[in-house]
């Protein structure tokens, strides 16, 4: 079991892992890709780097992580289950235990825009938390890839009918056989109050819910999963960087503030000594 | 007039001025050494910059800061004044105006540890704050060089007479005619409640205050100078970081938290984003 899982490889989740490797933490970080920094083409602001492109910091910074000798996967997070001690992260290739978990997933985005009017009105962003009331019911569910697949096997005991809804992705998937398939573009939500309809173009599906695992997690999605605290879009972290889940820490751009690099490390700097404090109680 | 003068050129100073810099602002950047990073031999835990030691990453930001126009002086603040529409910093080789300060000066150190019981009994670090109380006194003033003879020049029009106690330092500036010189170390200070005596080994000398310019202004004499509100040994700065004085803000290690380059570097951009709206407030 790693004392750490911090999910996300840019600047806070790098300079978090190296702080926790310092402080004798085993530490192992996932990864999807370079977030933000993959689109800032030049940086000239961040001390002593003098100019540099965003994507090349963004390298540097995890090659050198490594040399530390830190784990660094470039891997997907599919799920996150609570266990009586800690906490189990499913991703594409794998599966991990840890006491603690960093979200340093950069800026938290919003949800599917086209869904937003439905939010808590039939649309849903987690089979876990959610599904049960969609128990017999005919519903929808927007994705395409291993994470739509989990929600799906998620809500499958539990629901009438589920149909998935690719939003013009290429399925990567196979799905069970009950399973009915939309692969058309998805243009928009209807329903009195609660969802009722999603229209793809000149088609009209009925529905009694919808559920959105559209792409990768994100902190959104992220944050939806496991009851995190969600404020004008940032995560909501203490004085310590702990969300309101004791162990769920983040750093970052996820918590707001000046989106720029220095932040971000310094946020994982502080993140990782009271995530270490923190350590250090439970093993107390 | 300057926009700001930083008064420091540590990571919190650079940081600090290159994002005043970009937002356009008219800037100088003061610093007198390389502060604590001279003493940290290698430094392996910040973000993308690999192995370096403290000294070459100094230099390095410093290097750095001037290539994108930053003018930086290697000199020392000796007094700073109050204008009615910002601040006068006199320092060694020059006098300079500016809207705003920034105090990057690096941790705020104790006065001197010798004195410590009597301050504010008779020993003071701010001739222009307190000379006033010494009006026709014999004193002592404990220093031996430029910011010394800037305290002893306010002094010398209020008070009876005046010692000069260099505390076995090189005298580097010349004395008014009528001021003594004791060059002997100083050993204690003696006193009930109020000081009383300066003691040099076997030698007692009978004053009636102290004032304590010794060595260069830090941000502990700053501090004292300006009136700035000190907690626990570090400067109170609000969310904006700005100190209790408006116009004068602070960042890095002087204002305590995590003393890491990463926090440094993250402070500054943030204190001159705050500092830049105050700035562009006064100009509406």
Chains 1, 2 share one sequence.
């Not at 189990?88 to 599966?95: A, M, P, R, S």
């Not at 499958?156 to 573009?185: G, H, S």
């Not at 999963?225 to 909501?236: E, F, M, P, Q, R």
């Not at 970052?252 to 503030?257: F, H, K, L, S």
């Amino acid at each position: 079991m790693y004392d750490s899982i911090i999910i996300g490889m840019g600047p806070a989740g790098i300079s978090c892992a190296t702080y926790l490797k310092r402080y004798g933490l085993n530490v192992l970080v996932i990864g999807k890709d370079l977030g933000a920094l993959e689109l800032a083409k030049e940086i000239e602001n961040f001390y002593g780097m003098g100019k540099i492109s965003g994507h090349d910091l963004a390298l540097k910074g995890i090659k050198e992580a490594m040399s530390l000798g830190i784990n660094i996967c470039h891997d997907e997070v599919i799920n996150i289950d609570y266990l009586a001690n800690g906490f189990n992260i499913l991703t594409k290739k794998n599966n991990y235990d840890a006491k603690t978990i960093v979200l340093a997933t950069g800026k938290v985005r919003n949800g599917f825009t086209l869904a937003k009017n439905f939010e808590g009105k039939g649309v849903s962003y987690c089979a876990t938390c959610d599904g049960f009331f969609y128990r017999k019911k005919e519903i929808a569910i927007i994705g395409y890839n291993s994470y739509m697949l989990h929600e799906l096997n998620v809500l499958l005991p539990l629901v009438k009918k589920i149909t998935v809804f690719t939003n013009n992705n290429e399925l990567e998937v196979e799905l069970p056989a009950n399973v009915e398939v939309v692969k058309d573009k998805i243009t928009s939500f209807k329903g009195n109050d609660m969802l009722e309809q999603i229209i793809c173009g000149d088609k009209t599906y009925n529905v009694e819910g919808c559920f959105i695992a559209l792409g990768s997690q994100n902190a959104f999605t992220l944050a939806k999963h496991l009851g995190l605290d969600i404020k004008n879009n940032n995560l909501v972290v203490n004085d310590n960087y702990m969300t309101n889940i004791p162990g769920i820490f983040a750093c970052g751009d996820v918590i707001g503030g000046m989106l720029q690099v220095a932040k971000a490390v310094s946020d994982g700097a502080i993140c990782a000594n009271n995530l270490n404090n923190y350590i250090r109680e439970l093993k107390k």
